[in-house]
């Protein structure tokens, strides 16, 4: 548990709120009611018994379930409702992310439909099995779930427009938090970073969800204490988590402007200066550098990384994906692009599925940029972000189409007609493209201009600070010195025989068995097959460039 000080002044104010009528509506009486069914139904009991599956749909069920087997009668709905939440399933969407919620447990009652209930009981059942550290269960049920899904899938259960998803941490700490209110807390990421910055902490930003699960639930405890020490009759987690989620009216950040945009908006509400802290920490750059790119990335919503291979492009891309979104991962997609990618992948187009009588049915299935554009329209306070990796790997008008045009002139009065499906639509501006080039790629030259155009260029070099730092914190600071001196006389003697775009990047030596291996190995591995093949007709240059980057030039 954390050893923290919640300030005085804010102890005090949340005496005067706590345990009030309106404080027990708002933010107890619907938890606890949860608390009592989720608790049951995840006993060891009802965990081994067949009926579990039944039960978990039911607690999900938009209607009042029929929960006598858990004990819960007409006196826990009676207290749902004394919260003002109307049914289990709404509870726990509140819980699991609001809007997001819902999605994250829609697919479950399905799932138990369609004979895959004791895959669902086992995978609950490890996620509260204590022999196994908290971080583990973590990620292992988010694992398990998603196995589910894709089985689901598999069997035609997925209805139109759902997807895979790995379930989000906060629906896991919803489930955790319903089960045991005495240990675990629920996940509510906005005023949880807020107060670990406030309370003098480091936000786990780097690590697994569960990881970052295992830290917040040991500072919510430790705030639980700090509000005990100041003669607070605080009962349990859910009484920590509301002071944290309460206290946000009073660090509420000031309302944009009316010339603020869309995105510029929702950028405000996530603190451009928490974000850039966060990207600057995660790709090991300097605030400004990373402050410099949420600014591109929120102003420009269409980026292009390019450079030569190892340059740490697409790390950034998705680390960069996080921040905008705040570990939202229902809110960012990743592809990679090929050879054979088309427009029917990315949009739309005519695909088969199998029916129930095993045989083929044709339908208009949207494509992973149609997918995420419906639900960027659905909720336009949010941000979406789309990486596309090696995008100079596909035939960029047959994949891009209409979004040539439309990725550039956004919103509902630029709309553009779909070829398969023939309705209407358009991008709006709440989703920030960000894709990756590879510059030493021979395929970069048919990149098509108009493409090209539509993007904006920032340059990845091979970064030597990023190297310095990666190997200190990762204990080789012995090395630091002897990898950033080899590979820059290396890069120095690769300009004098090739181009910028044929440096061999940072990435490369950032190995965590660079002590046991060597640079031989890294040369060996690595680097040697990339410039064999830029240096095929000149086996002399290679032997150069060899002994430059072993033995120092």
């Not at 398969?420 to 960000?434: A, C, F, H, K, Q």
């Not at 190995?511 to 690595?526: P, Q």
Request: proline share 5%; charged share 25%.
């Amino acid at each position: 548990m954390m050893r923290l000080e919640v300030p005085p002044a804010e102890v005090t104010w949340f005496r005067e709120v706590f345990g009030t009528e309106a404080y027990l509506h708002e933010e107890r009486n619907y938890k606890l009611a949860l608390h009592r069914a989720v608790s049951a139904l995840l006993s060891p009991e009802l965990l081994a018994d067949s009926g579990f599956p039944a039960l978990l749909s039911a607690i999900l069920d938009e209607d009042d379930p029929n929960l006598s087997a858990l004990g819960i009668g007409t006196a826990e709905l009676e207290l749902l409702r004394a919260g003002g939440v109307r049914s289990y399933r709404a509870a726990l969407a509140n819980l699991s992310g609001g809007r997001w919620g819902v999605a994250q447990f829609l697919w479950i009652p399905r799932a138990v439909e369609f004979g895959l209930g004791d895959d669902l009981r086992e995978a609950f059942g490890r996620l509260v099995d204590d022999a196994v550290p908290l971080a583990q269960r973590v990620d292992v049920f988010r694992d398990d779930l998603y196995v589910v899904q894709q089985r689901l899938q598999q069997q035609g259960g997925f209805l139109p427009k759902w997807r895979l998803l790995r379930v989000s941490l906060s629906f896991v700490a919803a489930i955790l938090g319903s089960y045991d209110r005495t240990r675990f807390t629920y996940y509510a990421y906005r005023p949880l970073r807020q107060a670990f910055e406030d309370f003098g902490s480091d936000w786990p930003s780097t690590g697994t969800a569960g990881s970052k699960y295992a830290t917040v639930c040991d500072f919510v405890a430790g705030v639980k204490e700090s509000l005990l020490a100041g003669d607070l009759a605080v009962e349990d987690m859910i009484d920590a988590q509301s002071f944290l989620w309460m206290r946000r009216s009073l660090t509420a950040a000031p309302p944009a402007t009316e010339e603020s945009s869309a995105v510029a908006s929702q950028v405000l509400a996530l603190d451009p200066e928490v974000m850039a802290r966060d990207l600057a920490e995660a790709v090991l750059w300097p605030v400004a550098r990373a402050r410099d790119l949420v600014n591109r990335a929120t102003r420009w919503r269409r980026l292009l990384f390019q450079g030569p291979p190892g340059t740490g492009k697409t790390f950034v891309a998705e680390r960069l994906a996080r921040v905008l979104t705040a570990d939202g991962e229902e809110r960012t997609e990743l592809v990679q692009f090929h050879p054979s990618y088309a427009y029917e992948d990315f949009v739309e187009g005519i695909r088969p599925r199998v029916t129930g009588d095993a045989g083929l049915a044709y339908e208009v299935r949207e494509g992973v940029f149609l997918t995420l554009v419906e639900r960027a329209k659905e909720h336009p306070d949010e941000l979406f972000v789309l990486v596309v990796d090696e995008i100079n790997r596909a035939n960029l008008p047959r994949v891009l189409g209409e979004l040539l045009y439309a990725l550039e002139y956004r919103g509902p009065e630029h709309t553009f007609r779909l070829p398969y499906s023939g309705r209407e639509t358009y991008v709006p501006d709440n989703i920030i493209l960000i894709a990756t080039m590879n510059s030493a790629d021979r395929s970069i030259a048919l990149v098509d201009a108009a493409a090209r155009r539509r993007f904006r260029h920032i340059e990845f070099e091979p970064d030597l600070d990023v190297l310095r730092t990666w190997l200190e914190q990762n204990d080789l600071s012995e090395f630091a010195d002897l990898a950033v001196s080899r590979l820059q006389a290396l890069n120095g003697r690769l300009l004098e025989v090739l181009d910028p775009d044929r440096l061999i990047g940072h990435t490369y030596l950032m190995r965590r068995d660079l002590s046991d291996v060597g640079l031989e190995t890294v040369w060996a591995e690595d680097i040697g097959p990339v410039l064999r093949e830029h240096l095929y007709n000149q086996p002399t240059e290679i032997d150069a460039l060899r002994s430059v980057f072993l033995t120092g030039p």
